[in-house]
């Protein structure tokens, strides 16, 4: 295994070892990215939930953990407008993160494609200086090709943990519009 790994290090251009080293920054980025946000909304929708339900158990206002608390505590009077900027402004809390996903998602398939297509190339020139057989141009596309299953690799996870991360952001604003609205409706 070991040598398999030196022996591929060795027999790839230096563009797909930058690529996939790229990549593998962008993996651990975004899990890092994925697992940070992911707790937090977690957190804010215990919250959140907590809040509505004392809220429809017959509570006077929201609580002091809810989002909505500290624009409350801006106005004397409970107006929808006040709510409106709360769920905005939460909208934006809740979907940090959202666009590097997203922008992983999008990018990780080219710059993997970029990498085989530089190995390729890159096969193709030492196939011209030397007598090549289908093995030799076999053995070179088949080690350029790991730089596409790594972009898609990457990829998958960064659009599956974007997906559950807007979910959770939609579940999250949901709560805190049901707050309002409870509000409004007193």
């Known amino acids: 295994m070991l040598n398999s790994l030196i022996d591929f290090y060795l027999k790839s251009h230096p563009a797909t070892l930058f690529v996939l080293g790229l990549l593998?920054?962008?993996?651990?980025?975004?899990?890092?990215?994925?697992?940070?946000?992911?707790?937090?909304?977690?957190?804010?929708?215990?919250?959140?939930?907590?809040?509505?339900?004392?809220?429809?158990?017959?509570?006077?206002?929201?609580?002091?953990?809810?989002?909505?608390?500290?624009?409350?505590?801006?106005?004397?009077?409970?107006?929808?407008?006040?709510?409106?900027?709360?769920?905005?402004?939460?909208?934006?809390?809740?979907?940090?993160?959202?666009?590097?996903?997203s922008v992983v998602a999008s990018t990780a398939p080219f710059i993997g494609l970029f990498g085989t297509v530089v190995s390729i190339l890159d096969t193709f020139s030492h196939i011209g200086q030397a007598s090549g057989t289908m093995s030799v141009i076999a053995a070179g596309v088949s080690d350029a090709l790991i730089a596409t299953a790594s972009g898609i690799f990457v990829a998958i996870f960064a659009y599956t943990f974007h997906q559950i991360l807007k979910r959770q952001s939609f579940d999250l604003i949901g709560l805190i519009r049901m707050q309002s609205d409870a509000l409004l409706a007193r």
């Open 24 to 101: 593998s920054v962008y993996f651990i980025v975004l899990v890092w990215v994925f697992l940070y946000r992911y707790f937090s909304l977690k957190q804010w929708i215990a919250k959140e939930t907590s809040s509505l339900e004392s809220l429809l158990l017959g509570a006077p206002s929201v609580s002091e953990l809810s989002y909505l608390s500290h624009f409350i505590k801006t106005s004397s009077k409970v107006k929808r407008e006040l709510f409106d900027l709360g769920i905005f402004s939460a909208t934006k809390d809740a979907t940090k993160g959202l666009s590097f996903l």
